[in-house]
């Protein structure tokens, strides 16, 4: 079982930066990729970015390549997303989760957190 939870969000204005932190308890947690998805409103719940356990392998969504940067501490049980350039339409919750599969899909994600919001002002 592996608990996490999202901190960090807030409301910025474009061209701002925020950094979100996703902590996990457990003691597996270096054992799972870790992906951010978000969801704005009226919205399906999309891809953002993703690590693997050992922080060697990241991959984006294209909206967000170049702007948004994954890493993860295994000494700390946390993974980040580093948001730089915000734009309106990066809106949403964001939701960080865990899963035993290289993928971007959601629905393959054993593990979520309960999400942080964040709200780019134009």
């Known amino acids: 079982q592996v608990q996490l939870v999202e901190s960090g969000g807030g409301l910025v204005q474009a061209g701002g930066s925020l950094r979100l932190s996703c902590a996990a308890s457990?003691?597996?947690?270096?054992?799972?990729?870790m992906a951010w998805f978000r969801q704005a409103p009226g919205k399906e719940r999309e891809f953002v970015a993703r690590?693997?356990?050992?922080?060697?392998?990241?991959s984006y969504a294209d909206s967000v390549k170049g702007r948004f940067t994954i890493s993860r501490d295994n000494a700390k049980n946390t993974v980040y997303l580093q948001l730089n350039s915000l734009k309106p339409e990066d809106t949403a919750v964001y939701y960080c989760?865990?899963?035993?599969?290289?993928?971007?899909?959601?629905?393959?994600?054993?593990?979520w957190g309960q999400g942080t919001q964040v709200t780019v002002s134009s």
């Open positions: 457990g003691r597996t947690f270096n054992t799972y990729f």
């Open positions: 989760a865990a899963g035993r599969r290289i993928t971007t899909d959601r629905n393959l994600y054993d593990y």
């Open positions: 690590v693997g356990p050992f922080a060697g392998s990241t």
